[in-house]
């Protein structure tokens, strides 16, 4: 155990999973009650059963979720507890002594294995082929209520609580400035963290901006072709049932916990609409692993009960300087709407690969575009 500066407890983690937790898994998996479904529907009536069989015969018989764990464990961990919750977070400190401390944030339904593969080139760029002058001391937290950090005990944690949870964390950590990046619900919260510590955040960094048409005809006037091909990559993403998890997430989490925390296959199931096109089964099944094991899956659908009800909206645009990745297979706002909710946009970059999932399947990418966007702002 050591102890911030603020007198707060800072305890270094590990990750043991008890085998009978393991064995109750596989007997849940081994014993699914598999429903009907119509022949030759695809995908028209939701997620596939051949593509739920697949994930499930795999984490039966192919996956290896100890050699995971020791891939999680291969990195610094670490728990304290802010605002009466625990926080777990990944803390990997530079060789580099002028680093630029990163808090990067995960989304929904990852967890801190979604920046694993980002770590070594970040933290250490020179032993990766990069510039030592672009190296980051690494701060990965698991979101309250999400995997390592375990269920929250408190209504509230909507985004804006998560950044000052972030503040707080960096502060606990000795970092007086520091950047933010996030994907995914990451991608909300990182730039909350720029709005409330704006003197001593150098900038933020994300995967996406959720600013969106209102509905407002004028909102579409001079706009490119590119960026009216965006708004229709999100009109298709979103009639077509890509949000329809947010809206009952946002509706009753807790009904729908019992049937995901009782039932791997469902859990599997219900994450699939994301995953759907998703061909790296172990990145999966470690991300719902994770949910699964640590009894999680309820509390961390109650982020989305919590942002639909949320009273204390800020108001304004964020200042801090905000750079996007934006990836060929992901939805995306345009940079005359974006600009509606940040004011200081400074970096916009497209890419002709990748998905909503960068950080695992354009993590090259990804590196390249952080180094960049934080170079002149060190």
Do not use: C
């Amino acid at each position: 155990m050591t102890v911030a500066a603020d007198g707060a407890e800072v305890q270094a983690f590990r990750l043991e999973v008890p085998e009978a937790d393991l064995d109750d898994l596989r007997d849940r998996l081994a014993r699914t009650r598999w429903p009907d479904e119509l022949p030759g529907v695809g995908w028209d009536y939701g997620v596939p059963v051949t593509y739920v069989r697949a994930l499930v015969d795999h984490w039966l018989t192919g996956y290896d979720w100890r050699a995971q764990e020791a891939r999680l464990n291969a990195h610094p961990q670490f728990t304290t507890t802010i605002d009466g919750e625990t926080v777990h977070f990944v803390h990997v400190r530079s060789p580099e002594p002028d680093a630029l401390p990163l808090i990067a944030t995960h989304g929904w339904p990852m967890a801190v294995v979604e920046y694993l593969d980002l770590i070594g080139p970040l933290s250490d760029p020179r032993a990766h082929g990069g510039d030592p002058a672009d190296a980051f001391h690494l701060v990965v937290p698991s979101r309250p209520g999400v995997g390592l950090s375990g269920p929250t005990h408190q209504r509230g944690w909507d985004m804006g609580r998560v950044a000052r949870a972030w503040v707080e964390l960096m502060d606990r950590l000795g970092y007086d400035r520091f950047g933010a990046h996030g994907n995914d619900s990451g991608s909300m919260i990182s730039p909350e963290v720029g709005r409330l510590a704006p003197d001593r955040v150098a900038g933020v960094h994300v995967t996406q901006l959720f600013s969106f048409p209102s509905g407002d005809p004028a909102e579409f006037e001079d706009l490119s072709d590119e960026d009216m091909a965006a708004l229709k990559f999100l009109e298709d993403f979103t009639s077509g049932g890509g949000l329809a998890y947010n809206q009952y997430q946002s509706a009753q989490p807790q009904t729908l916990a019992y049937a995901l925390q009782d039932s791997p296959a469902g859990w599997l199931a219900w994450i699939g609409q994301l995953f759907r096109d998703w061909t790296d089964r172990d990145y999966v099944l470690t991300n719902a692993a994770l949910y699964w094991l640590t009894g999680t899956i309820g509390s961390s659908m109650r982020y989305y009960f919590e942002e639909a009800h949320a009273q204390d909206r800020p108001s304004g645009p964020t200042t801090v300087p905000t750079g996007v990745a934006i990836f060929a297979e992901d939805f995306q706002s345009v940079p005359k709407l974006a600009r509606r909710d940040h004011a200081n946009i400074v970096h916009w970059r497209h890419y002709d690969r990748g998905s909503h999932f960068a950080p695992h399947d354009a993590g090259d990418l990804l590196v390249d575009d952080i180094r960049e966007f934080f170079r002149p702002l060190r």
